[in-house]
């Protein structure tokens, strides 16, 4: 069975099954993720040397935008999961790389911290040598499957080495490690989006991610190609799913006094045909971004900044839309479209946000430096 099959199994028999009471309650979708896990979905992108699937972004898009139509917050802790493995990938060691590609270890980002919000490129968190080891003091402000995951990419001031970052693996057992409350959030319920603390965790050297003071620039090069297109993904699921959700809803759904349908009404049809239309741009842009990845395309950085914004933005639209057009019956859960509405809001406050990356992104088109430098 390739991997779609063994998709389509798991979003059949566990994720769809659950995406309502993940969300109703607030619950990790642990089942979900084992589920992936044994399906060699978690370890899809690791190299097929450690016994991964050797899959790279395209299949890893085509996973979360799936996901995201059945389930947005098993989507998002997988793509958190991607973007993390990523970089333990290029600079992790053997044994996790190992666990990540069997399915038997999740893993994610913690960059966002409580003193830089979501300038994650400012981490105020620090790392300190003790002892023959490395001591890590943080609070970090949203770490997605925080509590759940077994071990989070973590981000710190370098030890000694200039540059803004460092980049450290940290295990889910480490003590000192902790979740510091729970999260109840509009959207994305079941993420478990949490902050987290360090108190003076211990880790050894050799538990760093690249060189001392390099973390931002793997971060950039690494992490956020894969967190933003995997984002944009999602979004499109989710439109996608509020789409499909709001067809069926017209046609299915009738004025019994005029002996029609609500498809026949010209301005609910105009209102859905321009959701289908915002959806395909969207989904269009999704496509050219990878392919300007996989041409190594001059515009390639470019569209890694939009997609994000656009496809975050559109799902807003979409989902505002399908609110409208569905009228009363979509303000109900059983019609699905509420919990699309309350999931496309998550991509605008994830760092980088919307307004970030406009701004990212005028900077690159006018030929300005991505970021300013830190005042000393």
């Not at 389509?8 to 993940?22: E, F, L, N, T």
């Not at 098993?74 to 290029?90: D, N, P, S, W």
């Not at 980049?167 to 057992?173: E, F, H, R, S, T």
């Not at 997609?307 to 399908?322: L, Q």
């Amino acid at each position: 069975m390739d991997h779609h099959d063994a998709l389509a199994r798991v979003i059949r028999d566990v994720v769809a099954p659950r995406a309502v009471s993940v969300d109703r309650d607030g619950t990790f979708p642990r089942a979900a993720i084992e589920a992936l896990g044994q399906a060699g979905i978690l370890g899809l992108i690791s190299s097929r040397a450690m016994g991964g699937g050797g899959e790279g972004m395209v299949a890893a898009t085509d996973v979360v935008r799936q996901l995201a139509q059945a389930c947005g917050s098993t989507a998002m802790v997988l793509m958190m999961h991607y973007a993390a493995t990523a970089v333990i990938e290029a600079h992790g060691p053997t044994e996790t790389r190992e666990a990540i590609a069997s399915g038997r270890h999740l893993t994610t980002l913690a960059f966002s911290e409580a003193g830089s919000r979501s300038h994650f490129w400012a981490p105020l968190s620090t790392a300190q040598a003790e002892d023959g080891e490395v001591v890590l003091r943080a609070e970090k402000s949203w770490v997605t499957a925080a509590g759940e995951a077994d071990s989070y990419v973590w981000s710190s001031r370098p030890l000694s080495a200039d540059g803004p970052m460092t980049l450290w693996l940290v295990p889910k057992d480490a003590a000192g490690l902790r979740v510091t409350a729970l999260f109840d959030g509009l959207g994305l319920r079941g993420n478990a989006s949490s902050p987290m603390s360090a108190t003076g965790v211990r880790v050894p050297k050799d538990a760093r991610l690249g060189d001392d003071g390099a973390g931002l620039d793997i971060a950039l090069a690494v992490a956020l190609p894969w967190f933003l297109v995997l984002n944009a993904a999602a979004s499109v699921g989710l439109m996608q799913a509020a789409v499909a959700e709001t067809r069926a809803h017209l046609i299915e759904t009738r004025l019994e006094h005029l002996d029609q349908s609500l498809a026949q009404q010209p301005l609910i049809r105009s209102a859905f045909a321009r959701m289908c239309v915002d959806t395909d741009r969207a989904d269009a842009l999704l496509s050219d971004t990878l392919a300007a990845l996989a041409l190594e395309r001059q515009d390639a950085q470019l569209r890694v900044l939009e997609v994000k914004a656009a496809a975050g933005e559109a799902a807003v639209d979409v989902t505002d839309a399908a609110m409208r057009v569905c009228g009363g019956a979509a303000f109900r859960k059983e019609l699905g479209i509420e919990r699309r509405f309350r999931d496309s809001r998550a991509a605008r406050v994830m760092a980088p946000t919307t307004d970030a990356l406009l701004d990212f992104i005028g900077r690159a088109t006018c030929g300005l430096p991505l970021l300013e430098e830190a005042p000393a």
